[in-house]
């Protein structure tokens, strides 16, 4: 039980980005660029940024140095459909209609909702997605706002990762951008290298 809870745990420290996003939206002018890293079955107790001993995870600990990193995050649900679904539309899965997905019962996040690509492309952003597939492939609802959605199954993270940073440095200085790189394993995260 004490796993499964620290592998969403990981999953859901975004949910508090998206309530955050949305007010924010509402009350700064300024913009920012968002970044956001979905490692699913991610276990938060090996990593160094949370206290683990060993050094599993040196690129994420210094990328989370200078980032915002959420101590107290709680699941909205236990698996990758239901808890993304929350994550995307800031909404508990049960009001999103994000039933858990089964491989008889394959849910969709519905047309009316406004997902978090949506909301960072109607406020002029660049938006762009990587995954793995499996339960957030833009087939599911997921893609809803994103220019660029890519469903990269069995490739792993590395390709998601080089892959956005292509993304970004392509953009031109001024553009703002909202990245969402989702894998199922970790990975040595390159992301320091991309621009500022």
């Known amino acids: 039980m004490k796993k499964i809870r620290y592998i969403i745990f990981v999953i859901f420290i975004s949910v508090l980005v998206l309530v955050g996003i949305r007010f924010y939206f509402l009350n700064v002018k300024q913009k ?7 490692i699913d ?4 107790d ?4 949370y206290g683990y001993h060993r050094d599993t995870s040196p690129k994420i600990d210094k990328y989370a ?3 915002i990193l959420f101590k107290n995050a709680y699941s909205q649900h236990n698996s990758t459909f239901p ?3 929350a994550m995307f539309t800031g909404l508990h899965p049960i009001i999103a209609k994000a039933l858990d997905v089964g491989i008889a019962n394959f849910g969709f996040i519905p047309d009316e909702l406004k997902t978090l690509g949506e909301i960072m492309r109607l406020n002029n952003y660049r938006t762009a997605a990587f ?7 833009g087939g599911l609802g997921f893609n809803k706002g994103f220019e660029i959605y890519e469903d990269i199954s069995k490739t792993g993270s590395k390709k998601n990762i080089e892959k956005a940073i292509n993304f970004i440095n ?6 703002r951008f909202f990245v969402f790189i989702h894998t199922y394993i970790r990975c040595p995260f390159a992301l320091l290298s991309c621009r500022s």
């Open 83 to 85: 808890s993304h679904t």
């Open 65 to 67: 140095k200078n980032s």
């Open 46 to 49: 090996h990593l160094g940024c």
């Open 170 to 175: 392509s953009l031109k200085k001024n553009e």
């Open 41 to 44: 079955t991610l276990q938060a």
């Open 32 to 38: 920012f660029n968002l970044i956001l890293i979905s």
């Open 131 to 137: 995954t793995d597939g499996g339960y957030v492939t």
